[in-house]
């Protein structure tokens, strides 16, 4: 399984009296996740599944505060909100293995998924290296959140079987949570 996102964003950073600043941003993204699915031996008596794509577009609306705190830190906070302008879920049927599960004669079953929202959030401590250094050590917990609405149905249809089959995505989240840790220069 792997992700990867594309994003580009625009924002203005605005200076306020305490030594903080706020940057309003929007941009647009674009979000790729697979989850592969791995053939059983042929002794298996489970099903394995099939390789899955999701493919989102979104606009991410959000806020980047930073503030200097004592001794040399600064602490920053990070708040976003992304509306999905489309999805495109694809499950590689064709890619199944025939034990229990789906035939593999049919073909990639491609539903569209219109409603949906994330959320994204923050909190970066940084520390310069030295007074007069641009280089800092930082570390960033964060949380993300994913609310995809259930997809329009697909068809997917055999050749070899003369049959065809419909499929929907169903409702789902997706939660991740972590910590970065690193060196911006």
């Not at 059983?40 to 959000?62: I, K």
């Not at 930073?66 to 495109?88: C, F, H, P, V």
């Not at 055999?158 to 989240?173: F, H, I």
């Amino acid at each position: 399984d792997y992700m990867y996102e594309v994003r580009g964003l625009v924002g203005k950073r605005f200076a306020m009296e305490d030594n903080s600043s706020i940057a309003p941003y929007l941009g647009l993204g674009w979000r790729y996740l697979n989850d592969g699915a791995e053939a059983l031996p042929a002794d298996a008596t489970t099903y394995s599944g099939y390789n899955r794509e999701s493919r989102y577009l979104y606009a991410p609306v959000g806020a980047d505060y930073r503030t200097a705190l004592s001794d040399g830190w600064k602490m920053g906070i990070n708040l976003e909100y992304d509306q999905l302008i489309e999805g495109k879920q694809k499950s590689h049927l064709e890619d199944s293995v025939d034990n229990n599960g789906v035939n593999p004669g049919y073909q990639t079953l491609v539903n569209k998924q219109e409603q949906g929202f994330g959320l994204r959030g923050s909190l970066r401590f940084s520390r310069a290296l030295t007074s007069h250094a641009r280089t800092s050590l930082f570390i960033e917990p964060f949380y993300r959140y994913w609310k995809i609405r259930k997809s329009e149905i697909g068809i997917s249809c055999s050749s070899s079987l003369g049959t065809c089959v419909t499929g929907y995505e169903p409702d789902n989240t997706t939660q991740e949570a972590g910590v970065k840790l690193g060196v911006q220069f």
